[in-house]
């Protein structure tokens, strides 16, 4: 079994900043990708950034220049840093740990208020 729980989010004035972590545990062979999804209200859910164990990063078009993902030297951790938050920036972000199988978190909501 493997858990991965996210943290960090909250509400924020636009412009603001705010710092997402994920953290996976349990029985972990190898992680692969770290990415970070999110779904705004009434949306589908959407990619925002991936992280290959190698460290190469891919963003979505609408967050690229803004948000920047990294993860720690143990690779069991990914960070969301978001800057210059926008209202439609609100959603759930969700961290996507990709293994042999792949685990979701349960998510932590995001709002950004004009």
């Known amino acids: 079994q493997v858990q991965v729980v996210e943290s960090g989010g909250g509400l924020v004035q636009a412009g603001g900043s705010l710092r997402l972590s994920c953290a996976a545990s349990?029985?972990?062979?190898?992680?692969?990708?770290m990415g970070w999804y999110r779904q705004p209200p009434g949306k589908q859910r959407e990619l925002v950034a991936i992280?290959?164990?190698?460290?190469?990063?891919n963003y979505a078009d609408s967050v690229k220049g803004r948000f920047t993902i990294s993860r720690d030297g143990a690779k069991n951790t990914v960070a969301l840093q978001m800057n210059s938050l926008k209202p439609e920036d609100t959603a759930v972000y969700y961290c996507?740990?990709?293994?042999?199988?792949?685990?979701w978190g349960q998510g932590t909501q995001v709002t950004v208020s004009s």
């Open positions: 996507k740990v990709f293994t042999i199988r792949d685990y």
């Open positions: 349990g029985s972990i062979f190898r992680i692969d990708n």
């Open positions: 992280i290959s164990s190698g460290g190469s990063t």
